[in-house]
């Protein structure tokens, strides 16, 4: 398959790339969003919406209508606490949805697992991302991707969803997942894996407290290494509502919104959330601005 380049600006070389499959995106000007596609009963956020095959492909063809790069598809929550879904049961959910939207959409189809039966199985079924919140901890994971051209999301979590939320620790948090992305992104260049292919995400929620998600959001521009872009993933997140003093999904809208402009100004090129079409737009609007300075 030929590269498709998106996104890019004929006449000049793009300093930040990424590729996925058989897609190249230049990630200078134009952030991509990607729409999260949760096909479980107990995500946090969207558990229950999706657990029927026709339920799963309106919600992805809203997603698609309301203009995603990419589909962030996944087969097992990974809220804090969250029980552990077996390989098969993860597959069942997962590949009847890569085989129906599969050559039939314009967006970029993920995977979003940890496990590297449950990714083989997607990429065999049209997935050209892998999305990996435990971010290639799995020499498998590695081994599978190395050979193949997919695009990877190396998140950073301290300890396991199961975990993460006891209280986490660190000495200092930016310099901390700085050093676990440089890690990782010499780890998996050395094994095959070009540096073009690999985003970084900083987890956010994941094994991090309050004070924490705020740190990483403020140091957002010191988590980039090696020109590789940064990926955002604090949609709804619960702290969000612990910041307004209010609970419940509907009150972390906003702060989503105003958060995800934020980031855009700061440097972050992928956005995973909930509610493209506003996400879009908050893009859209905040990158006028920055070509105008």
């Known amino acids: 398959m030929k590269n498709r380049e998106r996104n890019g600006n004929s006449g000049r070389r793009n300093r930040t790339v990424w590729r996925a499959g058989g897609t190249v995106w230049a990630l200078d000007h134009r952030a991509l969003v990607m729409g999260i596609l949760n096909i479980t009963p107990d995500s946090f956020s969207d558990g229950g919406e999706n657990l029927h095959l026709e339920d799963t492909l309106s919600s992805a063809n809203r997603l698609l209508a309301e203009g995603a790069d990419i589909l962030d598809i996944g087969g097992e929550s990974t809220r804090p606490g969250a029980t552990a879904v077996p390989v098969e049961e ?19 189809l993920s995977v979003d697992t940890s496990k590297p039966e449950v990714a083989e199985a997607a990429l065999k079924a049209g997935a050209s991302i892998v999305n990996d919140v435990t971010g290639f901890r799995d020499p498998r994971m590695i081994d599978l991707c190395a050979p193949l051209d997919c695009g990877i999301v190396v998140m950073h979590m301290q300890g396991s969803p199961r975990t993460m939320q006891r209280n986490p620790r660190y000495a200092d948090v930016v310099g901390e997942v700085r050093s676990y992305f440089q890690e990782r992104l010499a780890t998996l260049v050395a094994a095959g894996i070009a540096a073009e292919r690999i985003v970084f995400d900083p987890g956010i929620g994941f094994g991090k407290s309050l004070d924490h998600n705020l740190a990483l959001i403020a140091g957002l521009a010191s988590l980039e290494v090696a020109e590789r872009p940064v990926l955002m993933g604090l949609s709804r997140k619960s702290f969000l509502g612990s910041l307004m003093e209010r609970d419940g999904l509907a009150c972390r809208e906003h702060p989503t919104q105003a958060l995800t402009a934020l980031t855009r100004r700061n440097g972050a090129m992928i956005h995973r959330v909930h509610r493209v079409n506003e996400c879009r737009h908050v893009l859209r609007m905040i990158e006028a601005v920055l070509t105008e300075r």
């Open 90 to 108: 993860e597959i069942r959910r997962i590949r009847p949805v890569f085989e129906a939207l599969n050559g039939r959409v314009k967006a970029i």
